[in-house]
């Protein structure tokens, strides 16, 4: 059974992948448990997904839902796929855990197919309630000091990087 209360984004995806159609491949970085990749398996049966994880529990989930999974260290392996490969790479609350975030952005931009999809899901630091918290000389909630959250995001500052990396 796969956990579909959390939804960061998931309707969005889910949208994307009804208007996109006709994709082969979509790679999800930082996959979790699959349930991003399943929406686009919903639309187009046919089309191969794969998963970069390294969660041993999640691996298991993937590999049952016949999902393709490499487990590699996002923050320093090459991405096992050839260049300009990919339909569609989706990165869903991943970045915010990672420090080499243009390693990263490097290795999406090499295997991305030209006039590929990059979907990107990140958490708002500067969104109301946590400029809100902020105001209350709280700690942001996207950005506990004890969480696995290392990175903040605004959505400027990460169209900037996005902009910064591929010139968009």
């Known amino acids: 059974m796969i956990d579909r209360s959390l939804n960061y984004g998931r309707e969005i995806i889910k949208d994307f992948a009804i208007q996109a159609r ?3 491949t979509v790679l999800d970085i930082g996959a979790g448990n699959g349930v991003d990749l399943l929406s686009y ?12 994880e390294a969660y041993k529990p999640n691996i298991e989930i993937l590999n049952k839902n016949k999902i393709k999974t490499y487990d590699i260290d996002l923050e320093k392996d090459i ?19 990672t420090k ?15 006039g590929g999809k990059f979907i ?7 969104s109301f309630h946590n ?38």
């Not at 398996?41 to 970069?52: G, H, M, P, T, Y």
Request: charged content about 20%; hydrophobic content about 45%; overall charge positive.
């Open 22 to 24: 006709n994709y082969k």
């Open 41 to 52: 398996r919903s639309i187009e049966n046919k089309c191969d997904l794969f998963a970069l």
């Open 79 to 97: 991405f096992p796929f050839a260049d300009n490969s990919i339909d569609i790479i989706n990165a869903n609350q991943i970045l915010e855990h």
């Open 100 to 114: 080499e975030f243009f390693w990263i952005m490097h290795e999406t931009t090499r295997t991305l197919r030209l």
């Open 120 to 126: 990107l899901g990140v958490p708002n630091l500067a």
């Open 131 to 168: 400029r809100l918290l902020l105001l209350l000389g709280k700690q942001p909630s996207c950005i506990q000091v004890d969480s696995a959250h290392i990175r903040g995001f605004t959505k400027n500052g990460i169209a900037s990087a996005i902009n910064n990396i591929w010139g968009v």
